[in-house]
């Protein structure tokens, strides 16, 4: 792919340059009578009979013009993202600077394609303000997208990488965009949100996470023994899912005493991107380690009293 990228920038480089001679020719070593041929051909071939006179030579060095921006919006592009690599909050601030540049690169290759045509620059400048003006009281949510965009940046509310519940959706933060934010969840599900719409949400990566276990036993269990066991046998188990577990699992106490048995709490610090992996294994090793110490896990029982005839 990036083999594909230089090719492609070469490319536009030579056709810039090629542009750039054909919309100058005093600058090719022509014949004085072939530079006077292609003088002339720019003097007779108007291709727009009108005050304006676009010549030829206007026109390839409007295309020229056009070429050059997007090359130079292109290379601010490659050295921004090359710069998000550094970390999260960096990738986040580039992320919106590339989408900003993206809007100047448009108004910039608009105004200078219009004053090389002829049109007063500054004219067009001033008339894109007034319309700026006038379509500001139509599309006020997308303003307010993008002050609450840059509040979000600014602030460092949440960055990308960074994993966040908004409403019922829960997932990592793939970009923040000048008007939206993209969230993808387990499932590789992406949602798009308009930046004004993200109001009371859960930034889960800024502590650390917890992932917890609930475990029942039986009444006739002596806890004194079994909350010895744990003493024992839980800070064992880090060594055996370091990539899950951040410190030995910990027992907690009793949780609920229950209809069936008695609820005991797990907890274990974790990655919050893997927080249900950890949850789930966690699980497995408390089961694991009740089945080799005789440890019964009670099930749903009805107890019948019959009275006496």
């Known amino acids: 792919m990036k083999k594909n990228n230089n090719k492609t920038y070469i490319s536009i480089v030579i056709v810039a340059a090629a542009a750039f001679l054909l919309a100058h020719p005093g600058w090719l070593p022509l014949p004085q009578g072939l530079r ?4 002339e051909t720019e003097k007779t071939h108007l291709l727009f009979q009108s005050d304006a006179h676009t010549t030829i030579a206007q026109l390839i060095t409007l295309v020229l013009a056009l070429a050059l921006v997007w090359l130079g919006y292109q290379i601010l592009k490659i050295l921004l993202g090359l710069l998000g690599k550094r970390g999260s909050r960096t990738q986040t601030v580039t992320d919106l600077l590339a989408g900003l540049m993206k809007y100047i690169a448009v108004v910039a290759g608009l105004v200078w394609g219009l004053s090389i045509l002829g049109v007063n620059a500054t004219a067009v400048l001033a008339g894109l303000g007034i319309v700026g003006l006038i379509l500001g009281f ?26 966040i519940i908004l409403d019922d959706f829960r997932g990592v933060v793939r970009s923040i965009g000048v008007r939206t934010t993209v969230i993808e969840d387990a499932g590789g599900n992406l949602k798009v949100v308009n930046n004004s719409d993200i109001r009371n949400f859960q930034n889960r990566s800024r502590n650390k996470s917890v992932a917890l276990c609930v475990v029942g036993v039986s009444y006739n269990t ?32 009793v949780e609920e005493l229950a209809d069936s048995g008695v609820n005991l709490k797990f907890a274990v610090d974790t990655p919050e991107e893997k927080v249900f992996d950890a949850q789930r294994m966690l699980a497995r090793d408390i089961k694991i380690l009740f089945d080799d110490n005789k440890v019964e896990i009670p099930f749903p029982q009805m107890v019948v009293h019959r009275a006496d005839s």
């Open 222 to 253: 002596d806890l004194r023994w079994l909350e010895g066991l744990f003493r024992k046998k839980l800070p064992g188990l880090q060594a055996e899912h370091p990539d899950l577990y951040q410190s030995p699992p910990r027992y907690l106490g």
């Open 36 to 39: 006077e041929a292609v003088a």
């Open 138 to 163: 139509g599309t006020q949510s997308l303003i307010e997208d993008i002050i609450t965009g840059a509040f979000i940046i600014f602030e460092n509310q949440y960055g990308v990488g960074d994993i």
